[in-house]
């Protein structure tokens, strides 16, 4: 593992962290990254996967108040339990049952994951408002990636997966791959399906986690969700950048518009035409 410098597409410098081919956030911990593979699985374990701003928070959340059987937010933010952040010892104290959560692909799980069919809900999001999403959030963190400070620089990296955790593509390419060649369970959530259906959504989960959910619980959990009031709920514990929550940006659907010239836009359908022609989820984001 060792710090990367990397060019952007004018030039401009910028440093991510590589541990054996993936990067990762420069300001990141090289050994806990490295030592993912040998965290300690329990049996009532649920992983969140996806690629980095597909709606994890939220569905954190959803899955907690699902085990809890209670419409109460967390007291704590999923980063607490975040595979890429905190080392084993930290992993290992926190009660069950936990919502271990992380960017990384299927092979990078630890390795009881695979051993004990742990079940995996696996997040999808429009891979442009992911982009958008993670170009905010990037820069209000300052860290090295700042210096690709335009967002053309950010969107060509991206595709490239010359960023942290990699390209959009790549992820939900191995992920497809996953779920076709094996039969270990995981549930695909989409943030759109989730905004818009709530309800269904909740309930989805419940029955994948085995977990009988009323529907006035499911009806309190979608409200406890909302993204206004989770935005107020979660402000004291959530990393704030002038006063406001990182995390908790618009989660709204389709802010790419704002952003992607029509140009950017024609070349990205390009992009995505030519790399997820063969995938089963080619219509979801075209």
């Known amino acids: 593992m060792s710090l990367r410098t990397l060019l952007d597409c004018k030039g401009n410098p910028y440093t991510l962290l590589d541990v054996d081919g993936t990067y990762f956030p420069d300001s990141f911990?090289?050994?806990?990254?490295?030592?993912?593979?040998?965290?300690?699985?329990?049996?009532?374990?649920?992983?969140?996967?996806?690629?980095?701003?597909?709606?994890?928070?939220?569905?954190?959340?959803?899955?907690?108040?699902?085990?809890?059987?209670?419409?109460?937010?967390?007291?704590?933010?999923?980063?607490?339990?975040?595979?890429?952040?905190?080392?084993?010892?930290?992993?290992?104290?926190l009660p069950s049952p936990r919502i271990l959560n992380t960017h990384v692909q299927f092979h990078l799980?630890?390795?009881?994951?695979?051993?004990?069919?742990?079940?995996?809900i696996y997040l999808m999001r429009d891979p442009r408002d992911v982009i958008v999403s993670r170009f905010v959030v990037t820069n209000q963190y300052r860290t090295n990636e700042r210096t690709m400070v335009g967002f053309d620089e950010y969107l060509v990296a991206s595709v490239e997966g010359k960023v942290a955790w990699g390209s959009w593509f790549d992820d939900v390419i191995s992920w497809e791959k996953v779920m076709s060649e094996s039969d270990h369970p995981v549930l695909i959530v989409r943030y759109e399906e989730t905004k818009q259906n709530p309800f269904r959504v909740i309930r989805s989960i419940s029955e994948f986690l085995n977990i009988k959910c009323p529907d006035q619980l499911v009806r309190d959990i979608a409200i406890q969700s909302d993204f206004k009031h989770m935005k107020t709920a979660k402000g004291d514990i959530a990393d704030k950048r002038d006063g406001e929550a990182i995390h908790y940006r618009k989660g709204i659907i389709g802010d790419w518009k704002n952003w992607f010239t029509a140009v950017q836009t024609k070349d990205f359908n390009d992009i995505y035409t030519q790399k997820m022609k063969h995938s089963k989820f080619y219509n979801w984001y075209l």
Do not use: W, Y
């Not at 630890?110 to 069919?117: D, L």
């Open 109 to 120: 799980l630890p390795t009881q994951v695979r051993k004990k069919k742990t079940k995996i």
């Open 29 to 93: 911990n090289g050994e806990t990254v490295k030592n993912i593979s040998s965290v300690n699985i329990r049996d009532d374990d649920v992983l969140l996967c996806g690629h980095a701003r597909s709606g994890t928070h939220l569905t954190f959340e959803l899955i907690h108040m699902l085990i809890r059987r209670k419409a109460e937010l967390s007291p704590l933010e999923k980063e607490t339990q975040t595979l890429e952040l905190q080392p084993e010892e930290v992993v290992s104290c």
